[in-house]
Nanobody
């Protein structure tokens, strides 16, 4: 069982940046594909980006150019760097992991992820 924990959430002003991390104490994330999702109140969960074990990444069009996903293999964690943030980015952000994820944009399909973190709140003020 992989227990994921997100960290780095909090308040940020519009135009600012924030970096979230996803880690696990029960395994090594280097062996998993990882995806980031967010869910705002009253809205459906949205896939943001995913990172394959081989280093391949995919970011959703809604955040492309502002958000970047990456992996720190030495620290065995995955991060989500968010730049030029706007109030619409306010949401609870989740990371999810699976041993193998579908390629390309299909890696955002939440149906394939076995393990989920509890989420971290991000609030962007105008």
């Amino acid at each position: 069982q992989v227990q994921l924990v997100e960290s780095g959430g909090g308040p940020v002003e519009s135009g600012g940046s924030l970096r979230l991390s996803c880690a696990t104490a029960t395994d090594t994330l280097n062996d998993y594909a990882v995806a980031w999702y967010r869910q705002a109140p009253g809205k459906e969960r949205e896939g943001i980006g995913c990172l394959q074990k081989d280093g391949g990444t995919y970011e959703a069009d809604s955040v492309k150019g502002r958000f970047i996903v990456g992996r720190d293999k030495a620290r065995e964690l995955v991060w989500l760097e968010m730049n030029q943030m706007v109030p619409e980015d306010t949401a609870t952000y989740y990371c999810a992991a699976v041993f193998w994820a579908a390629p390309g944009s299909q890696c955002l399909g939440d149906w394939q992820y076995s393990f989920w973190g509890p989420g971290t709140q991000v609030t962007v003020s105008s």
